[in-house]
């Protein structure tokens, strides 16, 4: 088995940015009650011009660009997103028509705010048996596409943007320990009910609203800090590490309260936790991507470091991995 680590970052955030002050002006919120229960201040918003493939091309360029690769290098592309362009074809199909990384084999993942993580996994997979050589890996969301913004226990929640990885075959460090799970039972907490094969879409259901999130936030909070918390130390465990080991820790970001709580579970000080929510709201797939992007551009990562990511999200679904830098 070869060695597999992450060879370049890349982000991209639409321009637009909602403030809480501009939700107080849409439905009945503060900027108080936002910033306290979930610790986010504002969110960027996809222009109309933009959808998914858009924001993932752009962020796959900066990633290409830090990996010092070409599109033509690509063997796999995969895009982890709940809200792609369409139905079919899939987004990885489309960006890489627009990367023009016309050698690589091109595919979605459906894993909601794990699927960056879902994403990592599965091209590890593919370049330690040697299969392919280099891939990229997008993280990448237009959630304001399906937000209710007349829903102010969602719309408040949700931003837009795209992180995107290099994966390629690396002499020392690199991915230590994964583990990713799912439990379907669950399904129900974190939905969009129409637009698929189970509700298609009609005037009944538009009518109804539901080609939007539907959410059922408190009991996902009870599962989001455990899950968290277990996904962490099976991924620590794997590596033969301790929770003092992790230099930083690149969290789903959902919610400010969920992530202090797994911190302090685990015995991490906060200052090993990365943060962008205060920045972009949960932005899915994305935000994993862009912490970590971020992470890497302020320095706070460094050759050597150990970096866990953590996620999880509707289905349910999660998943960890832990790379040396
Ligand atoms: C959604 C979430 C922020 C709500 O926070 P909470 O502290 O659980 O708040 P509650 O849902 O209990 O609501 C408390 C009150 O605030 C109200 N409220 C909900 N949204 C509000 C908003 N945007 N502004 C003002 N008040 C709001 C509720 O109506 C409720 O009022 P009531 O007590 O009069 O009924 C929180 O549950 C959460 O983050 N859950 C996890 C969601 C998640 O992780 N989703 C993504 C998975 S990847």
Redesign the pocket.
């Known amino acids: 088995m070869k060695k597999v680590g992450i060879i370049g970052v890349g982000e991209y955030l639409p321009k637009k940015i909602l403030t809480n002050a501009d939700l107080e002006k849409m ?4 900027d108080e ?2 910033t306290t ?2 610790g986010i201040k504002e969110r960027r918003i996809a222009s109309s011009q933009e959808a998914t493939s858009d924001l993932a091309t752009n962020a796959a360029k900066e990633a290409l660009k830090d990996a010092r690769l070409k599109p033509q290098d690509l063997d796999l592309i995969i895009i982890a997103t709940i809200t792609p362009d369409m139905q079919f074809p899939s987004t990885a199909c489309l960006v890489q028509a627009n990367l023009g990384a016309k050698n690589a084999v091109c595919f979605d993942i459906s894993a ?2 794990a699927g960056f993580v879902y994403a990592i996994i599965v091209a590890q997979q593919f370049i330690a048996r040697g299969t392919y050589k280099n891939a990229l890996v997008v993280g990448t969301e237009v959630l304001s596409s399906i937000t209710d913004w007349e829903d ?2 969602t719309c ?2 949700f931003g837009d943007g795209a992180g995107a990885a290099v994966l390629s075959e690396v002499k020392s460090g690199g991915i230590l320990s994964t583990y990713f799970g799912s439990d379907g039972s669950m399904a129900n907490l ?1 939905m969009m009910p129409a637009g698929g094969s189970r509700n298609p879409t009609t005037h009944k259901t538009i009518d109804k609203r539901l080609h939007y999130i539907k ?1 059922e ?2 009991e ?2 009870k599962s ?1 800090v455990k899950i968290m918390v277990d996904t962490a130390q099976i991924a620590l465990k794997q590596a033969g590490l301790k929770c003092s080991d992790v230099d930083l820790v690149i969290p ?1 970001q ?2 400010v309260r ?1 992530i202090m709580a797994m911190a302090k579970r685990l015995g991490l000080p906060s200052d090993r936790v990365f943060l962008n929510i205060e920045k972009y709201g ?1 932005m899915s797939s994305a935000s994993t991507a862009t912490a970590l992007c971020e992470a890497v551009k302020v320095g706070r990562i460094k050759k050597g470091d150990i970096i866990l990511l953590d996620a ?3 289905g349910l679904v999660w998943g960890a991995c832990l790379i040396k830098w």
């Open positions: 439905v009945d919120t503060s009650w936002i229960r979930t909601a705010c102010r226990s408040v929640l974190l959410m936030g408190n996902i909070f989001a789903h959902a919610n969920i949960n999880f999200g509707a």
